[in-house]
């Protein structure tokens, strides 16, 4: 029997969703028991069809990767056929489609030149809205001298970031491991 790869699409039917969440919280729940209605109760699914469906699809992801990698299918396969493609295609347009793949993987498909959102600091983008507002209402509640404050140069802030107990830092550590295991 051939297993199929796990499809997921966004949908607003929970059968076919992503539930990562509760595939973590299963995997932490069997530790504790294997009854299939205790573990509807504790990973918050509705029905004991779901706990066996988040199973499934755990079981299927893995196997379906261990697959790829046993055909010698990964990235380093894909990226040697996108650069063999865009060097051996015969037509221009299939080599400018290569690399359109390219740029939208590496979150480069569309320049969009920032142009006012990225001139200035927080507090000088508030002083010239506030400045907008001036001229427009001239009964403003704000004088030009808070303004100027608002807007003051090399102005240094103190901030204190809380610890994080050893205790929480060690339960992330392995919260992370278990949720890294679900695509090994």
Known sequence: MILKPVTIINTRYTKYRQNTTQQV?????????????????????????????????????????????????????IINGLKNESQTAPKSADRIKVYQILLKSLGMESYQDAGDAGGGSWEELIASKLEQNKEVNSSSIIDSSEIKKLSAPNTVYDVKVPKVPDSIKKKQEKEYIVAKSLYE
């Open 25 to 77: 919280l299963l995997l932490k729940a069997l530790k504790i028991t294997q009854d299939p209605k205790e573990l509807k109760k504790m990973i918050g699914v509705r029905t004991v069809a779901e706990v066996y469906r988040t199973l499934d699809k755990m079981a299927l992801r893995k196997e379906y990767h261990k697959s790829l990698q046993k055909a010698g299918i990964d990235f380093n396969y």
